[in-house]
């Protein structure tokens, strides 16, 4: 039993998994910020051209 319970507490894999989540989220949030960026001033671009055309 005790045994179990130590194997319990020093299992970190639970950690990992949420460690790896986050980084994920972070990454996601990161790259939709931009693309929203990115899209605004793609959009100023083609109004630009489009008005001198």
């Given at each position: 039993m ?7 507490v ?5 950690v990992?998994i949420?460690?790896?989540g986050?980084i ?6 990161c790259?939709i910020a ?8 793609l959009s100023t671009?083609f109004?630009?051209?489009?008005k001198?055309?």
């Open positions: 005790r045994q179990s319970i130590r194997d319990f020093t299992d970190d894999s639970g990992t949420i460690e790896y986050l994920a989220v972070l990454i996601g949030v790259f931009t693309m929203s960026t990115l899209g605004s001033n671009i109004t630009t051209v489009s001198q055309i």
